[in-house]
């Protein structure tokens, strides 16, 4: 099958002219200068990765191109250039807030990833992975923000990063957290502690006590909260000289206050209460005004605190119940894409099948039309060699014409030599006689002419010409040749029987092809043998029906023309 399809390529390549050959070359040249080089293609790639490592806030006009740099590195790039690619890509939409679309094309990138080689880019993995769970975790997504988170300390691990892995292992807090299973959040962060310690950074060591000294407060583990706070505000460096916290991290104050307000220190809470609300914090703020006072007992600014937490924490309800609801739809849009994803995906696959379905049946109308133009050139052959037989028994004809004439002339002088004898009378006899048998042969010749074209134009006939190899397979072929035979000569199988009626199959299929004026090479085709086999049955037919004399495959020929 293989062998039929090359050769079949080559025909075609031989078929075409060349000022096609010279297009379709310039076409490709023209393809090859105008496409980018590689190098070029892996600049812009590593452009595009460090403006992400700039922390640049993409936007929707870096689009384009990504979607360049995706379609060329997924068929030239190596496994790394295409999970950067898909990674980038997918940062654009994750700054752009289109969730679904980036959660694909981090998930893609991951897919690219070769973690058997020794050159994969474990640095991209991790990331690829951490932002897959800032993705899951803002969608309320716990699970699926765990792999990630544990697919991302993996390959942190992987590429030798122990400080990017214990940070990864610090995040499964949150979706623990999102379970409200503050004892398995402890124990991480003690875990994340003790590692820290191990590899000397003593200020990230004690920064991990941020969210158990408010988890300590909650359970009233007051001691406990005392020696977090103390090395927190010692160690963490987020305190200035004044005792300060850095900006950003004001939230702290309301749980010192809470500490302080349990620990019989009421007035000094009120000092980190007010510095919280006014770093912003309305809602803690206030929360921890109203305790003050109801430690206080003091019913107006009860009333007062209490309204305004009230009012705090309906905005906050609020603005969290938004932000849940948006997390929510694109968790449903992201499953939406999802479904749309392997929607187009299967769509892409029917249509790569359809595709390939209109390439092959392409090849077969391309085949068809060069088999069609093939057989229109070979029947354009034989009825060229047709007309030239006709030419030289045309050419024959003047001959015999000639000849006629020549010897009609020289009766005629014959005759005037012998007016005056008593042979003239019959010489004009002779001479009359002599011009019918010639006007007879013409005429004779004339219907061989017209009966040899009836036959070789016949449906039959043709389908030889086009095809010589079809009557190997189709014995009931030559019932329809003997047939149009003898439409066109009545009897002449009959005759022909009875004056050889011991003849093998191949001997009766030449004797009919040569009734027909076919020529030795086309019956020879036809009966599947070589000229000189052809020739040697004609010879052995000629020493059947003249034994006693020198068998010549001519004398046949001749005889079956007068038949």
């Known amino acids: 099958m293989i062998s039929l399809v090359f050769s079949w390529f080559i025909r075609i390549f031989a078929a075409m002219k060349s000022k096609w050959i010279l297009l379709i070359l310039i076409l490709f040249a023209l393809t090859a200068c105008t ?12 452009y595009v990765s460090d403006c992400n490592r700039a922390d640049t806030v993409f936007t ?49 990138a991951a897919e690219q990833a070769d973690t058997t080689r020794k050159d994969c880019d474990f640095y991209t993995l991790t990331a690829i992975y951490g932002q897959m769970a800032v993705l899951f975790h803002s969608q309320y997504l716990p699970t699926d923000e765990m792999y990630a988170i544990m697919r991302s300390e993996h390959f942190a691990l992987k590429d030798g990063d122990t400080l990017s892995a214990i940070k990864a292992y610090e ?24 590692r820290y310690i191990k590899l000397g950074e003593q200020e990230k060591a004690a920064r991990t006590f941020r969210v158990p000294i408010s988890i300590y407060l909650d359970r009233c583990q007051y001691e406990q909260a005392q020696k977090a706070m103390r090395i927190f505000e010692k160690e963490s460096g987020w305190f200035d000289d004044s005792g300060n916290i850095k900006k950003g991290k004001e939230l702290y104050y309301y749980d010192k206050g809470r500490y302080l307000l349990a620990s019989g220190k009421p007035d000094s809470s009120l000092f980190y209460f007010t510095k919280v609300l006014q770093a912003g914090y309305k809602e803690a703020g206030y929360k921890g005004l109203l ?72 090849l077969v109308l ?10 229109a050139r070979e029947r354009k052959r034989r009825l060229q060699e047709l007309h030239r037989i006709n030419e030289e028994l045309q050419a024959k004809y003047v001959l015999l014409t000639e000849d006629y004439e020549q010897k009609l002339e020289e009766m005629k002088l014959q005759q005037e030599q012998a007016a ?18 010639i006007r007879k042969a013409n005429i004779k010749k004339e219907e061989i002419a017209m009966n040899t074209a009836h036959i070789q134009e016949s449906a039959v006939f043709r389908r030889l010409q086009e095809d010589p190899t079809i009557a190997r397979s189709d014995e009931g072929i030559w019932s329809e040749v003997e047939a149009v035979i003898n439409e066109a000569y009545p009897g002449f199988t009959d005759r022909l029987r009875l004056l050889l009626p011991k003849m093998s ?33 004609r010879r052995r037919l ?22």
């Not at 496409?35 to 590593?46: D, G, T, V, W």
């Not at 990504?66 to 379609?71: G, H, I, P």
């Open 291 to 362: 305790m003050y006072y109801q430690k206080k007992h003091i019913a107006d600014s009860i009333a007062k605190y209490a309204t305004l937490f009230a009012n705090a924490n309906d905005d906050s309800y609020l603005n969290v119940n938004q932000q849940q609801v948006g997390q929510v739809r694109a968790s449903y849009n992201y499953q939406k894409h999802a479904k749309e994803a392997q929607r187009l995906k299967e769509a892409n696959t029917l249509r790569g099948w359809l595709l390939c379905l209109g390439f092959l049946t392409l």
């Open 60 to 108: 929707e006009r870096w689009l384009p191109t990504l979607d360049s740099l995706v379609t060329y590195f997924d068929h030239h790039g190596s496994a790394n250039e295409r999970m950067m690619a898909h990674y980038v890509q997918g940062r654009v939409y994750h700054d752009m807030g289109e969730a679904p679309q980036a959660l694909e094309c981090y998930q893609k």
């Open 420 to 437: 005056d004898s008593e042979d003239s009378q019959s010489i004009s006899q002779k001479i009359e006689t002599l011009s019918f048998a």
């Open 542 to 563: 000629s020493k059947k029906l003249f034994p006693s004399e020198t068998p010549s495959s001519s004398k046949f020929d001749d005889f079956i023309g007068s038949l």
């Open 505 to 537: 199959g191949k001997e009766w299929q030449v004797s009919l092809l040569l009734k027909a004026q076919l020529t030795h090479q086309l019956i020879a085709e036809i009966i599947c043998e070589t000229q000189g086999g052809e020739s040697n049955i």
């Open 35 to 46: 496409s980018p080089s590689h190098e070029a293609m892996r600049q812009r790639l590593k």
């Open 171 to 194: 995040l499964r807090e949150r979706p623990y957290y999102l379970q409200s299973d503050t004892n398995k959040v402890m124990a991480i962060k003690v875990e994340v502690r003790n």
């Open 366 to 375: 391309l085949f068809l039309l060069l088999w069609v133009r093939a057989k």
